[in-house]
Every structure is written in C-alpha cells, then in structure tokens.
C-alpha cells in the first residue's frame, strides 16, 4: 500500500506551538478550509502545512494548486473517526463525479494507542457502498508518536475506532485544483511572521515503510459504509510510532 511516515520531522518547540493553534481553531472551524500553494499564511497552520510541503514534496508533485486542511481531537472513549476516503466531496454530491487529491498527510500531536486504520479498498463510483476490493484484503495500522508525519493516498478507505485516550491530529490534502466547497479559515493569527524565531524547524528524517506484521493478531466486527467486516490486527499495545501492515 502506498503509506509511509517519517518519525518526528518538526522540533518539539514546532510541535507545541502547533498544539495551541490546533486548540485554538478546533474550537472556531465548523468545516475543512483551504490555503493556496502561493497564499499568504494567516496563521501557524497555515506556515506549517506550507513549509512542510515544501520540505518533503515541492520536487516531486506536478500542478499543485493548493491544500485542504483540517483538525481531529478525539477527547472522549466513544469519540471515533468514520471510515472514509478523501475526496471532493462537493464534485461527488454535484456533478456525480469521483476526485482526489493527490496526497494525504497526518501530523499526529500526541502520543496515543489507538490507530489510524486504512484498508486497501477505494470507492470505485460516486455511491459510497461501491466499495473494491471487499472485504479488505490489507490494514495498515499507524499508531501515533507525538511529530510523526504520515502520509498516505487519499483514495484509501480509513478512519479512527474509538479508544481510551485523547488524540489530537493535524491533516491536509495536496490538491491538483481548488475544490468548490473550501475557503481560507478566516481566523488571522497576526504577529506569528514577525520574527524568523516563531517559523516552524524542520528535522530530516528517513522515510520508514509500513512492516508486515507477523504477531498475534485479535478480530473485531466493524461497519464501513454500513457494510460489515471482521477486521484483523495486531494484538495488545504497539509500540509508539509503529506502522504495521496486517494481511486480512
């Protein structure tokens, strides 16, 4: 599957001030927003998702338009990402008509148990149920390191089981052209470009791919799109960081 991560790619001064803005608008955002690749940030969001871009993908991406970006803070035990894929939604519900971007990235701010989920099936029409390959045939699972940076193809089908603890994640898509739906947050946080001091510091890191997991492994009974699955995954606590591939 086309997943990979890179351990903590920011410095833990990067990473708290993130988490006061992630704080910050999580609380004021009532849907996703955009940045162009060429905008002016507005915000320490805003800077991070643009100087990340830069750092990791500015040479290897073609006709970049812009970013989609949004906040997941999962704070209660039955709090949960529903499994999905990302996409332009306003294109399915309109025009009838399936488009993604051409990248999915996750910084994860905190270090918790309970992981990211992608399965290897896609949607093949603008009905959501129109699921291939289904079942599943491969999950990776990306548990959480505080600065991790996961990256993934948007067309994956994914999400978040409920857990025990709360996580906080920092998304964006890499777009190809500007959705219909999405506008600039509308929040400015002016002053954080007035020193180089409060710009984001940026660590190389290798890119690690996910390992096929070859342990104990426990079944659980789930819905994706209200069509039931038995997933399989890697039994009992991983380890902070880890990027494991299970064969369903």
Known sequence: MNIFQYDQIVSAWTINMLQVEVDFFSKRMKKNAWVGLYDTP????EQYILDSYDFHFSDKCDSVVGFEWWIHVME????????????DEY???????MSYPMLGT??????????TIFFDSQ????Y????????????VFSYADRGKFLVYHPQYIHGILPGNDKQTTLWYNIWQYKPENLERVGFSRQGFLSSNDNRGHYIVKERKEPVIYLGETVTIGMDVYQKPITLKGPYGTQGIGDLWEVNQ
């Not at 507005?42 to 969001?45: G, L, R, T």
């Not at 209660?76 to 996409?87: E, G, P």
């Not at 949607?123 to 603008?126: A, E, L, V």
Request: glycine fraction near 0%; proline fraction near 10%.
């Open 42 to 45: 507005d915000n320490p969001i």
């Open 76 to 87: 209660k035990s039955n709090h949960m990402v529903t499994f999905h894929s990302d996409h």
């Open 91 to 97: 294109k399915r519900r309109e025009e009838n008509e």
């Open 106 to 115: 996750c910084l994860y701010l905190d270090d918790n148990s309970n992981p």
């Open 123 to 126: 949607q093949t029409s603008k």
């Open 128 to 139: 959501e149920k129109q699921i291939e390959p289904f079942p599943p045939t491969t999950a």
